[in-house]
Nanobody, 124 residues
Framework: QVQLVESGGGLVQAGGSLTLSCAAS????????MGWFRQAPGKEREFVAA????????YYTDSVKGRFTISRDNANKMMYLQMNSLKPEDTAVYYC?????????????????WGQGTQVTVSS
């Protein structure tokens, strides 16, 4: 069992930066694939970024490549999403997610554990 708590959301102007954090509890965090997702009002939850536990390989959706960086600290059971050059279209509730296993996992339905979400609002 893994519990996830996101923090770091807020209001920022376009072009600004935010860093989201995800704190995990439970054993064997280091053997879980992790990811960030977001959901804007009236839209489905979408994949943002993923990171594996085996070699910390990463994968990003095209719209955030070069702007967002996902990272993890297995020793402290933390995951991060550094977001730079933010755009109004990045506005959404951001969720961290975890699932047992290796690799980078993209599909929403493959994640077993979710945080409660943190709001990110980018003003133009």
């Amino acid at each position: 069992q893994v519990q996830l708590v996101e923090s770091g959301g807020g209001l920022v102007q376009a072009g600004g930066s935010l860093t989201l954090s995800c704190a995990a509890s439970g054993r064997a965090f280091g053997s879980y694939a992790m990811g960030w997702f977001r959901q804007a009002p009236g839209k489905e939850r979408e994949f943002v970024a993923a990171i594996s536990w085996t070699d910390s390989s990463t994968y990003y959706t095209d719209s955030v490549k070069g702007r967002f960086t996902i990272s993890r600290d297995n020793a402290n059971k933390m995951m991060y999403l550094q977001m730079n050059s933010l755009k109004p279209e990045d506005t959404a509730v951001y969720y961290c997610a975890a699932t047992p296993g290796a690799g980078t996992v993209v599909a929403v339905g493959l994640y077993d554990y979710w945080g409660q979400g943190t709001q990110v609002t980018v003003s133009s």
